[in-house]
Every structure is written in C-alpha cells, then in structure tokens.
C-alpha cells in the first residue's frame, strides 16, 4: 500500500515550520525577475546604458518611449533614436575606416535590451523602425561596411603546417616552456572535438568566473582496445555556451590513444601536462600508466584524478616560475594564435572558429546524422550549422553531376583553406634600408625623442616616482604602441605587394628578407627536450613505442621546467630595472639553456634579463 498524501493543510503547515515567513515579513518584493547575465554581456549593456544616458543630459526630455497611436511623441522618439544611433556611429568611426554596420545594429540591440531591463523599453515601432534605418539611410551616410568578415577552415594540410611551424620553425621566446603544451593541446582538442575557446578558457564573456576546462570536467580510462590491448582515452566535458543551468547536457567528446603521426596524438599533450600536474592519485610516471594491463573482463579501468584538483583550470596562466592556479583567458590565447599564425606565413587571422567549423563542416561531409552533428557541436539549433558553418562553396561536383562520373571533392577543399592566405615567405621584418628610412622619419624621430627624454625622467625619478612616474611610464607606454604601429604599417605596405611566386621543383626558394624562421634551427641544440621533439614528433610511431616514450617525457619536461635566475654583473637589474641610464624599464627573464657536449646532464641554465620591447 503506497504512503497516503500529505492533505493541503498539513502541506502549508510544513511549509511554515521549515521556514516560510507571513507575507507581511517575508521581504519578498513586486520586482520583475529577469535572465541572470553572463559579465560580458552585462557589461555590454552597461556600456550602451552610458552613452543613452549621456545623450539624455545633452539632450533634455530625450527619449526612446512612446505610446502606441500617439503620433506626436512617436516623432519626438523616432527623431531622438536616429540623432542618438547616427552619434554611436559617428564615434565609433573614429576606430578607423569600415565600420561595419553589423556592428552598429549588435549596439542597437544592446541598449535596447539594456532598456528593457531597466523598465524603459524602447516602444516596437521605434525598435525597428531604427533597424532598418541602420540598414538603409545611415549605411548610406556614414559609409557602414556591410562586408561580413570571410569564414576560415584550418584543413588537414593547414593543420600541419601550423604545427611543423609551432614545434620547429617559431622563433617566438614564450614566458614558460609550458605554453607550447597547452597550446599543441588545445589546438588539437579544438580540431577533435569542434570546442569553442571560450569553453576550454575563460571566456570574454563571463570575465572573472573562473570557468573554462577544470580537472573535474576530464576523465582518464584504461581500455581494452580491438585488438585486445590496453589503450588510454580522454573524455572532456565542454562548458558549452548557453547551457550554464542545464550541466546535464553539456556536450563530452572522447579521445583516444591509438593515432599516428605523435604531433596527431591528442591524448600525448594532455597526458604530459597532467602528470606534470601530479594530478593522479594513484599513478604518478608513464611507465606506472603504461603498464597498466588490458582490463580482462572489458571493463574500463578508471585513473582517478585528485580531488583536490577538481576545481584547478586545466589551462593555467604561466609565469616564469610555472603554474599560477588561475584559469587562462580565451583572449590571451586567441592572440597567441593569431600571432603565430602569422608567423607561420598566413594572411589572416587564425582563429579556433576556423577549427571548430572545419571540424563541422567535415562531421557533415562524412555522414554523420544531424543529430549527430548538432551533439558534436553543441548546438540546440539545427539552423545554426547552415547560416553560420557551412563554406559557401557548393560541395556538388556540378561536372560529375552531368557527366556521370566519380564525384570528386579534393578541389572544393582546396578552396576551402584558400582564405587563410598562405604565403611560405612572406615577410616578418622590414628589409634594412627601408628599416633605416622609416628610423629617419620625422614622426618617428620625434617619438624616439620623447622616448629618450622619459627615460631619463624615470631614471631620475627612481622606484619612488610616485603618480608622475605612473604617468611617464604610461606615457611612454603610449609611444611604444605608436613606434610599433608605424613599424607595423610599413611592413604590411611590403608583404601586400611581395612577390608571389612559388618555386620550381628541385629549385632553391629565394631567400627572404630576415628570415626569422631560422633562428629555431640555429639555437635548437641549446634546449634538448625541445630540439628533440622538433623531430620525433613528426615520427609515424605509437606513444607507447621507445620514439613515442621518449617523445612524452620530453614534452613533460617542458611542462615541470623551472629554471632559476642568474645575472650577469654588468646586466644585474639596479632596483627591478635596466641598468642603462637612458632606458630604465622592468627587466623580464629570458633563458639561455646550455650543455656540456660531452656529458649527459644539463648544467644551471644562464637567464639573462633585458627590458621588454
């Protein structure tokens, strides 16, 4: 006999005796309750809620509101929303030329919302009657880009080349050797798993949540594989965008062990970096892990992962000494691949968004159901994948579709990479004499000036500078970015009209002018680990294999690295800043690792200090 129902009254009495107040001291108020916000978005409004009421103060009984049939104070809205928009254009066009007009409506959309939640919507008829005045007469009087930015595909073969290019071509000196770890992994779960950056990192848009990729999101097993032997695999769990109050359905991708070439391996990085960590509780070096036995019965064998660790970010900020426990952000490492995509020849930006959708687009092409594909992404929206993935490149072979012949594909994803304006020598430094003329431009002697003469004034004024010394070294702040942006736009002048042309088999390539990407093959023996990886990486071999073994510890080495400081005499910082009279900035750590060629063991690394460009 099931429990008999509490009655209605017995329902209410619990209520009050576990708490629930009369109404006349509950404290509840009439408040309407709205969708709590992510920071960035909040932050957003705020910032449009600003410019709406500074416009007020200049403008007196300006307003957005009107009612419905009132013609008079529907004109009075109108003429104040079209006065208001076209200054929101017009201060925005001070950024620089193109704005775009997609741009102006996300501003629109933004007050509007911002409004909404105050209690002050803007009334339907002006809403959208000022959307199509964006698009219409104020497009046309400020010149709005309606451009969309192109979509990028990072394809198998651009894949390669951005990772031959990060492990033995980039001549970037990174703050810790760790960084090239987290970014191999990264870049590889961005392309397996279709990850957005903002759900591995933290987002720009929940600033200061501490949210991204944490340990207790990752899952270590032990399997027993198809050919009846033991094999690791990953699962991460993505902090999925728009599913913050439903973890439950938060998309998890597995990844597993048995993929070669080893810079292909996604479970090798994120090995490393995890037993850098000591994040297991019960095993602690690659070979504890590695022999660990097939499970006989089938059963998965799970490697725990501390608890205390549940809540550390996968992805940490690295200083020079190592880990600092705090999450990185989404922004920080966009740029860095904006940066070395860059250096590695390409025109454009890369992204992880180019990752992600050509890990979509391929779901698509290689049969996978929509349901499939929309688990695979992330999406609640079947639409989404069409209006904001697909290439707009035709996948029909319009010729085989005739002719009857073997649809082919290999040209269509050639096109699809096509964006990304690969150049192998293209330049990264001005050649000397134009390096010499643009030193000898007024504009950029007359920043060297003011640069030498706030030097000096910090020299003079000491550690104890006080408000003046934060506005000289604000200042000269300002005039760095200024030199380097005049550096910037004469080496874009030189790499837009470049010569093109690619060389002949068997012909030698011209050099380019600077080519920085031999510095890595001239300093490489000086870091062992990673001179060593620049080459076994790119072996057709397993991770478990001698290569693969050998491969791992190397790349945990980079991880664990923590050098200690020693200073030249003549170099040694004079109170935390450069020596040289005239420069007297911070000093920042740069390493110089060397060998005995003879021995086996590494000697203390030399790290020298120099002020920061």
């Not at 390096?435 to 004024?461: M, N, V």
Request: aromatic residues 8%; glycine residues 8%.
């Amino acid at each position: 006999m099931g429990r008999k129902k509490r009655s209605a009254e017995k329902f209410w009495d619990d209520a009050e005796a576990n708490g629930l107040k009369p109404a006349a001291e509950s404290g509840v108020n009439g408040d309407i309750v709205r969708k709590e916000l992510e920071q960035g978005t909040s932050d957003n409004y705020d910032r449009m809620l600003d410019f709406w009421d500074e416009y007020k103060i200049r403008n007196e009984g300006a307003t957005l509101t009107a009612e419905t049939g009132n013609a008079i104070e529907i004109e009075k809205a109108m003429i104040d929303a079209k006065r208001f928009i076209e200054g929101v254009g017009r201060a925005t066009r001070n950024k620089g030329e193109g704005t775009s007009m997609y741009y102006i409506l996300q501003l629109w959309a933004d007050l509007g919302a911002g409004l909404a939640r105050r209690g002050t919507p803007v009334s339907s008829i002006v809403s959208e009657s000022i959307y199509h005045y964006i698009r219409g007469p104020l497009r046309k009087l400020l010149g709005l880009s309606e451009d969309r930015r192109p979509r990028h595909f990072v394809t198998l073969a651009y894949l390669i080349i951005l990772t031959k290019h990060l492990w033995q071509k980039d001549w970037h000196q990174y703050i810790h050797s760790r960084i090239l770890v987290y970014d191999h992994a990264a870049s590889l779960n961005f392309t397996y798993t279709s990850s957005r950056v903002g759900e591995h990192f933290e987002s720009g848009a929940r600033r200061g949540s501490g949210r991204g990729l944490l340990y207790k999101d990752i899952v270590f097993i032990v399997f027993k594989n198809e050919e009846g032997m033991a094999e690791l695999a990953v699962r991460t769990t993505r902090d999925a965008k728009g599913m913050t109050h439903t973890p439950h359905k938060r998309p998890k991708h597995a990844l597993y062990e048995n993929m070669e070439p080893l810079y292909a391996n996604p479970i090798m990085p994120v090995l490393a970096i995890a037993i850098a960590d000591e994040a297991f509780q019960d095993y602690q070096t690659v070979e504890d892990i590695f022999e660990i036995p097939a499970p006989p019965d089938g059963i998965p064998f799970e490697l725990r992962i501390k608890k205390e660790l549940d809540q550390v970010p996968f992805f940490q900020v690295m200083s020079a000494e190592g880990p600092t426990g705090k999450i990185q952000t989404a922004g920080s490492h966009s740029k860095r691949t904006v940066d070395a995509g860059h250096r590695a020849g390409m025109g454009a930006n890369i992204t992880f968004r180019a990752k992600r959708r050509e890990a979509l687009v391929s779901a698509d092409a290689n049969g996978y159901s929509t349901a499939e594909r929309m688990k695979f992404g992330g999406h609640t929206d079947p639409n989404v994948f069409f209006h904001s993935y697909m290439d707009d490149t035709s996948t029909v072979d319009g010729q085989s579709n005739i002719f009857g012949g073997k649809r082919r594909t290999v040209h269509i994803d050639a096109f699809r990479g096509l964006s990304l304006q690969y150049d192998p020598q293209r330049l990264h430094s001005l050649p000397a004499k134009v390096e010499d003329d643009l030193s000898r431009r007024l504009d950029f002697i007359q920043i060297s000036k003011e640069l030498a003469a706030l030097g000096d004034r910090l020299q003079e004024l000491g550690t104890s500078g006080g408000n003046e010394g934060q506005e000289v070294r604000n200042r000269r702040r300002q005039l760095y970015l200024a030199r380097c942006k005049l550096m910037s736009d004469e080496l874009s002048q030189w790499q837009a009209i470049q010569p093109r042309k690619i060389a002949l088999e068997g012909a030698k390539p011209e050099p380019s002018v600077g080519p920085r990407s031999n510095f890595f093959n001239r300093v490489r023996h000086l870091d062992p680990p990673r001179d060593r990886l620049a080459s076994s990486l790119f072996q057709h071999v397993s991770l478990r294999s001698p290569q693969g073994r050998i491969a791992l510890h190397d790349m945990i080495t980079l991880c664990r690295e923590n050098p200690q400081v020693a200073y030249r005499p003549s170099l040694r910082p004079v109170n935390g800043r450069c020596p040289v009279p005239s420069c007297a900035r911070t000093m920042i750590k740069f390493v110089f690792p060397y060998l005995l060629a003879s021995t086996s063991f590494e000697k203390p690394k030399l790290i020298m200090s120099f002020p920061p460009l």
